[in-house]
């Protein structure tokens, strides 16, 4: 059975195979590994392996989870739903990167709070590219309006955009939505002032994200094909 250094290795040389028959530089693409449901001895685990950045779902089971870890890593990754009640919790974790603002409000609020902490805060904007309802996420076409506004906050810093393809068994059917937001990226990119900047284009998951790489994804956020399935085992 594969082991977790196994997995780790395995993902690494397929998104390295990739890249280079796509013509992209190897080691071009950040892992974050989603870590929702599994314990710390296993976040730990895949840290020894060689990950450097992981991502939570949730504040709540970050704020139990952090604090026990020991190994070394570069970055907390906050890659779900952000509620403003949770914002102060989750700026005590001093996440790198918040992958989930999807609405003015919510960046106002976040910038308040950074503000209060005396913390400027990176981030991206989450576009909703499927059209399903039960996906977070700005319409398309309101994008770049929104990065363009949340420029102006002086404790934000916009550094890209993430998307969550289709829930389907084949990548191919979420290839478009991946398009739809290199798209985005790039005309962004074209404007690009002080107030942000496209470094991150964070699309694909375990199901998808060598198809979000063919269409430019440089952070992957990587759950089942590193650990399995979750077990929820009564985590909510």
Not at 73 to 93: D, P, V, W
Request: aromatic share 6%; glycine share 8%.
């Amino acid at each position: 059975m594969p082991t977790i250094v196994d997995k780790v290795k395995a993902v690494q040389a397929s998104i390295n195979e990739k890249l280079a028959q796509i013509g992209r530089e190897a080691n071009e693409v950040l892992v974050v590994a989603v870590t929702k449901t599994h314990p710390v001895e296993i976040i730990e685990a895949a840290l020894r392996a060689g990950i450097r950045h992981f991502g939570e779902n949730k504040v709540q089971e970050a704020r139990r989870k952090l604090p026990f870890i020991r190994e070394p890593y570069e970055g907390f990754h906050y890659i779900g739903r952000l509620q403003t009640n949770k914002i102060n919790a989750l700026l005590e974790l001093e996440p790198i990167l918040i992958h989930s603002v999807d609405s003015l409000n919510l960046a106002q609020n976040l910038n308040k709070r950074c503000e209060a902490k005396g913390r400027v805060q990176d981030i991206l904007v989450q576009v909703n590219t499927t059209g399903e309802q039960s996906k977070s996420g700005c319409e398309p076409e309101e994008a770049i309006e929104l990065v363009q506004q949340i420029s102006t906050l002086p404790h934000l810093r916009v550094k890209g955009l993430m998307t969550i393809g289709l829930m389907s068994d084949d990548a191919e059917g979420t290839r478009p939505s991946f398009r739809l937001l290199k798209g985005l990226f790039e005309e962004l990119k074209a404007k690009e002032n002080a107030g942000y900047e496209m470094r991150w284009l964070s699309m694909g998951m375990s199901g998808d994200y060598l198809t979000a790489i063919e269409e430019g994804a440089n952070l992957v956020r990587l759950g089942s094909v590193l650990f399995g399935e979750r077990d929820y085992g009564g985590v909510k």
